[in-house]
């Protein structure tokens, strides 16, 4: 297997996109949104979090030794992160700002304590835990960040401190998180407990990392297969409302990452092309950007312009929206999360030097 898989990229790309459909739901009764796949189209937040532990414990399940190596990993993932989400956040506030007493406004009064508020449940990457209460970002998608970072630091200090029985730690992770998701009666945990939610699939990359670490498979012939059980998986769960079966998505994404990680097929190569391999790379700021553009297409066509609510109209709002969010994110991927990232570099070496 290559040392980069670059066709995971572009799956992560494309479900980036399609998770903006998803939160295109300020018309319900659309056939762009009330469909099966739409509607659960949030499940795909679960494959970034199975494909990020796969990810993160190919690059550093045996590079953590020391307490050192431990906050140097934290280090990069806090670099990798938190430019951008702070940078969104900051975004989010300042239109709310702006956007009080005019035709811009999106939601009711909800007034400035709210703002900081979630901003600092946010900022501080608790968003998916209820230590300063299970608030809703106002960057709405900024939770699943906040889980993102908790599971750094559960892989962190599990490689640091049970290196020779790490598998074994994971597993119970994963026993437990499982446990907890059932005993909740809902699996799309997010504001609250979404945290456990997040190591649940980390932990499951985790492992799907160990197994192909180990042997090579050709897996060429599950490439449809795997795209044809996640669409019935999905229409499933959605038709008879089998919300505790949903967590059957990240096992199936596990094995996803094991096919097209062994696959040289059709699907692989196109994944493996130069417009999805670049969906991939900006997926992270699609992901933080597309709330904003949504929320500023549908106020500007259907409120200033006061276009009609017809399908069609809903259709050109929501390729407009992920168009503008494409473009968007080309260049908050080259400002904020590439450029940022070199300015806290050189500040960090500076002061290690100093």
């Not at 750094?152 to 119970?172: D, E, M, W």
């Not at 945290?195 to 090579?216: A, I, M």
């Not at 990680?261 to 991939?280: D, E, H």
Request: proline share 3%.
């Amino acid at each position: 297997m290559k040392e980069r898989v670059e066709q995971l990229d572009g799956l992560r790309g494309i479900f980036a996109v399609l998770v903006i459909a998803h939160h295109h739901n300020a018309f319900k009764d659309s056939l762009f949104y009330n469909n099966f796949f739409v509607i659960n189209a949030s499940l795909f937040v679960d494959f970034f979090f199975v494909l990020s532990g796969f990810v993160i414990a190919r690059n550093y399940v045996g590079r953590i030794h020391t307490a050192r190596d431990f906050f140097t990993f934290l280090k990069k993932r806090f670099i990798r992160l938190y430019p951008l989400l702070f940078y969104t956040e900051v975004v989010f506030i300042l239109a709310n700002l702006l956007g009080e007493g005019s035709p811009l406004k999106n939601a009711g009064d909800l007034g400035i304590s709210y703002y900081l508020s979630t901003a600092l449940d946010t900022l501080t990457f608790m968003g998916s835990t209820p230590v300063f209460g299970s608030w809703m970002s106002i960057n709405y998608p900024a939770w699943s960040i906040s889980a993102e970072m908790i599971a750094y630091l559960v892989f962190g200090l599990v490689v640091l401190f049970s290196a020779r029985n790490k598998y074994i730690i994971f597993g119970l992770i994963t026993l437990l998180a499982g446990a907890f998701i059932l005993s909740r009666g809902e699996y799309l945990l997010a504001y609250d407990f979404g945290f456990v939610r997040g190591v649940f699939c980390f932990s499951l990359g985790v492992f799907t990392n160990k197994v192909l670490s180990k042997r090579h498979f050709d897996l060429t012939a599950f490439e449809w297969p795997f795209v044809i059980i996640l669409v019935l998986g999905m229409f499933v769960v959605h038709h008879w409302g089998l919300n505790l079966w949903k967590m059957f998505f990240p096992f199936l994404f596990a094995g996803g990452i094991m096919v097209f990680a062994s696959s040289s097929g059709r699907i692989t190569q196109v994944l493996a092309s130069r417009p999805f391999q670049y969906l991939g790379r900006i997926s992270y700021s699609i992901y933080l950007n597309h709330a904003i553009v949504l929320i500023f297409v549908n106020v500007v066509l259907f409120r200033l312009m006061k276009l009609p609510v017809s399908e069609p109209m809903i259709g050109i709002s929501l390729l407009t929206s992920i168009i503008l969010t494409i473009i968007y994110s080309h260049f908050t991927y080259l400002w904020i999360e590439k450029g940022a990232a070199r300015l806290l570099n050189a500040k960090i070496s500076r002061s290690t030097v100093a």
